[in-house]
Structures are given as C-alpha cells and as structure tokens.
Nanobody
Framework: QVQLVESGGGLVQSGGSLRLSCAAS????????MGWYRQAPGKQRELVAS???????NYADFVKGRFTISRDNAKNTVILQMTSLKPEDTAVYYC???????????????WGQGTQVTVSS
C-alpha cells in the first residue's frame, strides 16, 4: 500500500555527479525521516544521509561535503545530490522512509527497490 520508487542511478566517471530521487506514494498519513542507504558487494547496508520532516540532516562521514540530501514534503520526495564521486561510492543505493500509513497510523520503515550507482576510475 506504500511504495518508494527511486530513480537516477547509473554509471559515472570518478569526480562526476549524479542525482538520486525517491518518491513515496500510497496510503500515507505522515512521513518522519527519509534517507538513503547503500550496500556494496560483500558489505553491510550503511546509512548515507537522512533528513527529518523538519529539515534536520545527518550525513555519514564518508560523504560529508560531497553529498547533499533534500526533501519536498508536499511531494513526499527525497533527493540525494552526489558530487565528487569516487569509485568507493559504487553500490546499490536504497531509499528509506519511516512513515505512518493508513489506516493503522503506526510508524514503519519502508524501502525502495534500490538503484545501482557505479563510479569508474
């Protein structure tokens, strides 16, 4: 009943930029935190960045100064602008939303299907 749909991944050269977008849809009552995680082959999924409904952001140390997360509450979307990309940023990037859905209005975590980001050296 709730879907997160990501777009914007792809292949880019080292030093390049990509923009990831994620839209939440369905029977949504409210959205708390939205964020992006990533998982590289053989590694655990890790937080990249998150943003609260009030606009407070949190970044992993390895992306500070390079990635920017933003959000449009009216459209239930979250954007991750990635610059100065490095080969080690290669991973599948997942959108996450902690939200309350109808009819129970209980908080749960939802995930997108993932989008591949590949940075070539």
């Amino acid at each position: 009943q709730v879907q997160l749909v990501e777009s914007g991944g792809g292949l880019v050269q080292s030093g390049g930029s990509l923009r990831l977008s994620c839209a939440a849809s369905g029977r949504i009552f409210s959205i708390n935190t939205m964020g992006w995680y990533r998982q590289a082959p053989g590694k655990q999924r890790e937080l990249v960045a998150s943003i609260t409904s009030g606009g407070t952001t949190n970044y992993a140390d390895f992306v500070k100064g390079r990635f920017t997360i933003s959000r449009d509450n009216a459209k239930n979307t979250v954007i991750l602008q990635m610059t100065s990309l490095k080969p080690e940023d290669t991973a599948v990037y997942y959108c996450n939303a902690n939200l309350k859905s109808l009819p129970l209005i209980q908080s749960s975590d939802y995930w997108g299907q993932g989008t591949q980001v590949t940075v070539s050296s």
